[in-house]
């Protein structure tokens, strides 16, 4: 039993894992309220580039 909990606490796959997904947890959250905030730019420029190509928006 106590050759199982050794292998266990030195296996790094599992944790390399979890790490990469709180990091990208972490990117998303931090990225929703950013792109929210400059949403009605985007539609702005996005509107502009959109009559100045003769479309409409």
Known sequence: M?????TL???REGA???EYGLIA???AVTMVPVL???SD???GTYDYIT???GGTP
């Open 9 to 11: 606490a030195d296996e």
């Open 16 to 18: 390399t894992a979890i």
């Open 2 to 6: 106590k050759a199982l909990f050794k």
């Open 25 to 27: 947890a972490l990117v």
């Open 51 to 53: 009559v100045v190509l």
């Open 36 to 38: 929210l905030r400059f």
């Open 41 to 43: 730019q985007f539609k």
